[in-house]
């Protein structure tokens, strides 16, 4: 490492380019930032806590918290199987597939949570069938997860993608000519390898279906206690311009996902050592 | 120099100083340009279901002013829910007038940002709202609930179709009109009135964030045997997006929806288009202005173009705010800030 850091960079200095890190940082994220906690701070501690431990408020971040988790997992497993489809096979359409991962990033959000909530209501084409097995998924909790799932989907398949295209075909015939069955290649060689990519397609899912407003408030129907979102309770505070009550929720929210991501990026690094470890480099 | 120096750093220079330069160019421009020579340029933040009537308005005014002034006049519009473009205001977007749907939002721009003074409602005629609505219900073709008035809407198995008050400003008007209407009957106060309200919300299954949200709820998805909703998006619904699928139905009390209009002072003296924007929001009263509200389905105020267009609107005994619930303030710091009764409904012990 030591050496390789006096060698000639192709940008500037060290200096000026970690000087102007922390000034972009500081500007786009740090100052805005901290400006919500100054907000807060208008509150006394009596006050913020009865606002952040509200029981709509506390049944928010569950479903918020709960429906993001069950979002992001899911396109853990059906975002690991595009990203598979996509790096090891051609077929006909493959461009198509490809720029169809993209499009949640670019459709308008709540375009999106127009489009789901008229798929799955009860008249909607999936939706009714889905209610005639019982199952609704429009105005409930159901529906929550599943807009927060479309939003997530490209981070997992863009970040385990190029980690795939990178693992040659042969170490996969490697692991079957030492007589490894599909499986054993998979769970022993495959999924090591692409689990750190995994954990950050994850981490990246998670933390923007956290924040994730525009999709949800269509099909979610708002409904206080059940189906009501963080950001919708935030948006309710400075409806009736409690910008201290907002920020205080949002407070938490952030406390929350910053630890999150905190934890998900040390798992990340630990797994990555331990891969570093068994490959012997 | 330059032939020892590499060159390196040279971007970088150039590109903090762009970035300076963009943040310093800001301040500028603007304000100048809009008072100097033969134009002036104006800026009205609306709500939502105004777009249709300030489009046809605008046009008609720069017209008008044109005329009597020899100056261009251009109008742009900014449409969103009537909060969030009173926060934008607040915050620092220049609106020279704001024609939103409640007065609370507007009473906002003197408490929160001292935009105008406090008095604002009474600069121009009938609390400065050009134009009224009110609250009607839009049902299914043929009625099959037999829905007449707000009694029908708390009966069992009745779906209601309203957006959230707490988001949504018209989504207030429609629980107040409901409270002012329980308020009214036989026996009624705020005890039953409250009842009532409770009982009307507790068949609602869905609380969409707008009002158009909810009409798209109602419209689209097909959920909910009524819509309670403004009257000018009652007949955009029955006569422009689903002819022959939709009835209007009108109860026999509701509320004299008033959405003010108001220049604001603070932005127009900067910029110097005080008097075209005073002029812009007189202009709504003008008989041009009166009929093209009556054309978007507003309610004129004055009376020869409300004769005009009786047959559009009925006679409907109609209670204003400031009556029942003695203006914005109180009834939104009774009715819908945390803890008021809307959030009550919902309480964990009520459920």
Not at chain 2, 81 to 109: N, P, W
Request: charged share 20%.
């Amino acid at each position: 490492m030591s050496v390789s850091s006096r060698r000639r960079r192709v940008l500037p200095g060290f200096r000026l380019s970690l000087g102007f890190s922390w000034f972009y940082l500081g500007l786009i994220v740090l100052i805005p930032l901290s400006s919500l906690f100054l907000k807060t701070f208008t509150l006394t501690w009596a006050q913020f806590w009865e606002t952040v431990t509200a029981p709509r408020a506390l049944a928010a971040y569950q479903l918020t918290f709960g429906a993001s988790l069950a979002a992001a997992l899911a396109n853990v497993v059906f975002g690991l199987l595009v990203a598979w489809v996509l790096v090891r096979y051609r077929f006909p359409g493959r461009d198509l597939v490809e720029a169809l991962v993209d499009l949640p990033f670019a459709l308008p959000t709540a375009v999106a949570g127009l489009t789901l909530t008229t798929l799955f209501s009860a008249n909607g084409w999936y939706g009714q069938y889905l209610e005639a097995m019982g199952l609704k998924v429009a105005y409930t909790s159901v529906g929550v997860a599943v807009a927060l799932t479309f939003i997530g989907l490209p981070f997992v398949v863009r970040t385990v993608q190029p980690v795939l295209e990178d693992i040659d075909v042969d170490v996969e015939e490697a692991a079957a000519t030492l007589g490894a069955t599909p499986w054993q290649t998979f769970s022993r060689v495959l999924f090591p390898s692409i689990l750190p990519a995994l954990l950050s397609g994850f981490t990246l899912a998670f933390a923007r279906a956290l924040g994730e407003y525009g999709s949800v408030v269509f099909i979610s129907g708002n409904m206080p206690l059940r189906t009501e979102i963080v950001p919708l309770l935030i948006i309710t505070k400075l409806e009736q311009y409690d910008y201290a009550g907002a920020t205080a929720i949002a407070i938490v929210m952030l406390m929350a996902s910053f630890s999150l991501l905190l934890a998900v990026n040390l798992l990340h690094r630990w797994s990555h050592r331990r891969l570093e470890a068994r490959t012997g480099s | 120099m330059e032939g020892h120096f590499s060159p390196r750093p040279r971007p970088w220079v150039a590109l903090l100083l762009l970035v300076s330069l963009a943040g310093c160019s800001r301040s500028g421009g603007d304000a100048a340009a809009s008072s100097e020579g033969g134009s002036v340029t104006l800026l009205n933040v609306s709500y939502d279901p105004t777009r249709e009537l300030y489009t046809d308005f605008n046009a008609a005014f720069a017209k008008h002013w044109e005329a009597k002034s020899g100056k261009k006049v251009t109008i742009k519009q900014s449409h969103g829910g009537s909060g969030k473009q009173a926060r934008a205001v607040i915050d620092g977007l220049e609106a020279d007038v704001v024609t939103l749907a409640l007065a609370y939002d507007v009473d906002m721009l003197h408490d929160k940002g001292q935009l105008i003074p406090a008095d604002w409602q009474k600069r121009l005629p009938d609390n400065s709202a050009p134009y009224t609505s009110t609250i009607v219900f839009v049902v299914r073709k043929g009625n099959p609930k037999g829905i007449k008035d707000w009694e029908d809407l708390v009966k069992e198995g009745v779906s209601v179709i309203t957006p959230n008050p707490k988001t949504s400003g018209g989504a207030r008007w429609n629980y107040l009109a409901a409270w002012g209407y329980a308020l009214r009957k036989q026996g009624g106060g705020e005890a039953t009135a409250q009842a009532f309200v409770e009982k009307l919300f507790r068949n609602v299954p869905v609380l969409d964030s707008g009002a158009r949200g909810s009409t798209t709820t109602f419209a689209e998805r097909g959920l909910g045997d009524v819509l309670i909703a403004w009257e000018n998006e009652a007949f955009l619904l029955t006569q422009e997006v689903g002819k022959d699928k939709f009835e209007i139905v009108v109860p026999s009390v509701s509320i004299l929806a008033e959405p003010p209009v108001t220049v604001v002072d603070k932005n127009v003296d900067k910029r110097g288009t005080r008097a075209a924007a005073e002029a812009y929001l007189q202009y709504l009263y003008s008989d041009e202005g009166q009929e093209l509200a009556a054309k978007h389905y507003y309610r004129p105020r004055s009376q020869a173009v409300a004769a005009k267009h009786a047959a559009r609107f009925p006679n409907v005994s109609l209670f204003t705010i400031a009556d029942v619930f003695g203006g914005w303030k109180k009834a939104q710091a009774a009715h819908f800030d945390d803890g008021g009764v809307f959030d009550r409904i919902y309480a964990p012990q009520a459920r």
